[in-house]
């Protein structure tokens, strides 16, 4: 499929791109535990200093990240990391346990019920100023937790940021030999059997692009919550994307990390297998029936919209950090797809075209006014700087300098 892109389209594309820049991001300094305690500390890359025993003080040396878990396990062919990115104040302790003990354990099971596909779990724990010590100890009682139900590896670095995490992650198992990368949110609750549906679709399909589960919001919410799902059911863009809160990527579609641009890790995901030349320029990703999970919704109308504000910046960032030409096939025949009123053959269904038509015309309304927000914003020379979970963009508070923001 051809998709022409005008000089308009590269224009608007360049403006959007220039409306959010990230200062430059740097691999952060990660201390890793293995489940029999050894510890590892330095900056996450290809090597990470390696801390020997106290017997051994003064005696430090580089070693490859393939040592920190047995180099034979670490070579399998068929290998898969589970990565579960948190914080320490998203909840207390003992929830931190009791939920990655839950994943791990659907992670080792799906593993063992897969068969010929080996494993490690990985925590990735975030803390903040004054929280390093609590996320020692913390990490090691997580840790603790996964360890029946496989290998695993905890890992702590200063947040804040998801995609900080994931860059860590994947440059401690750079030089390792590996399939993919299972994504985990740290709120997703699986379905029995859903990660084993999951590795074995991913499997057949060459080990390739990205699986997803059908995510919901989670049993039990308020009302706001439930019809803000309905909704977004409705006005959705893609339904066959994978969400990251739980989904298997190819190694080599993450190599090197997210860029800095990206706050969504699936928008990235999505943005670099979406192939416009293709004849289904989705090919690459798949939603597979029969696995799916819960995640925590928020529950107040505030709350929903403060989440969905933020939803409207993972959109706009990632078509900046898409090629233009896959930009423009997103937003042309997808994100603003659906927008004309569609009329059925009765009164019953003409009347639901025409409140779909005027719910999506209300999120294109508002995607567009976020993305001239950030236009106007690159244009001046202030752009976004940090955009954050559910709390307002901060501004560049200096004028970018010439060929910053492009």
């Not at 305690?37 to 005696?59: D, K, M, N, Q, W």
């Not at 696995?291 to 078509?319: M, Q, W």
């Not at 914003?377 to 976004?384: D, H, Q, S």
Request: charged residues 20%.
């Amino acid at each position: 499929m051809h998709i022409e892109v005008g000089a308009c389209a590269r224009w608007l594309h360049r403006r959007l791109r220039a409306g959010y820049a990230p200062p430059p991001s740097s691999l952060p300094d990660v201390r890793c535990l293995t489940a029999d305690g050894v510890i590892r500390e330095g900056r996450a890359g290809p090597r990470i200093i390696a801390h020997r025993p106290a017997a051994e003080a003064g005696r430090d040396r580089l070693i490859a990240p393939d040592r920190l878990i047995a180099p034979d396990r670490l070579i399998a062919p068929d290998r898969l990391i589970a990565l579960c990115p948190t914080y320490v104040a998203s909840m207390s302790a003992a929830e931190h346990v009791e939920r990655i003990s839950a994943l791990s354990r659907h992670f080792g099971e799906a593993l063992r019920a897969a068969g010929e596909i080996d494993g490690t779990f990985v925590i990735g724990l975030q803390w903040s100023a004054g929280e390093e010590d609590e996320a020692r100890a913390r990490i090691a009682a997580m840790v603790r937790a996964a360890a029946p139900w496989g290998d695993v590896l905890g890992l702590t670095l200063r947040g804040p940021g998801k995609i900080r995490t994931i860059n860590a992650a994947v440059a401690v198992f750079a030089a390792s030999a590996i399939r993919g990368w299972v994504w985990l949110d740290d709120d997703v609750r699986l379905d029995p059997g859903a990660l084993e549906t999951l590795m074995t679709r991913f499997r057949a399909r060459g080990w390739t692009g990205s699986v997803g589960a059908h995510s919901r919001p989670a049993r039990g919410g308020r009302a706001a919550s439930k019809a803000f799902a309905r909704v977004k059911r409705v006005t959705s863009a893609v339904q066959q994307n994978p969400h990251a809160c739980c989904m298997i990527v190819a190694a080599d579609t993450v190599a090197g990390g997210v860029p800095d641009i990206c706050i969504a890790d699936d928008g990235f995901v999505f943005g670099k297998l979406l192939d416009p030349r293709h004849p289904d320029p989705l090919h690459a990703m798949e939603v597979v029936p029969g696995a799916t999970c819960e995640f925590d919704a928020p529950t107040s109308v505030r709350g929903l919209l403060k989440n969905h504000h933020r939803l409207v910046y993972c959109h706009l960032t990632s078509i900046a950090g898409m090629p233009v030409e896959s930009a423009k096939y997103y937003v042309t025949r997808m994100l603003f797809a659906g927008v004309r009123p569609r009329f059925g053959p009765d009164v019953r269904s003409s009347a639901l075209g025409l409140v779909t038509s005027a719910l999506k015309t209300g999120r294109v309304a508002w995607i567009c006014a976020v993305a001239g927000y950030m236009m106007l914003r690159g244009a001046a020379g202030l752009p976004l700087t940090r955009i954050a979970w559910g709390a307002p963009p901060v501004a560049s508070s200096e004028p970018a300098r010439s060929g910053e923001s492009l």
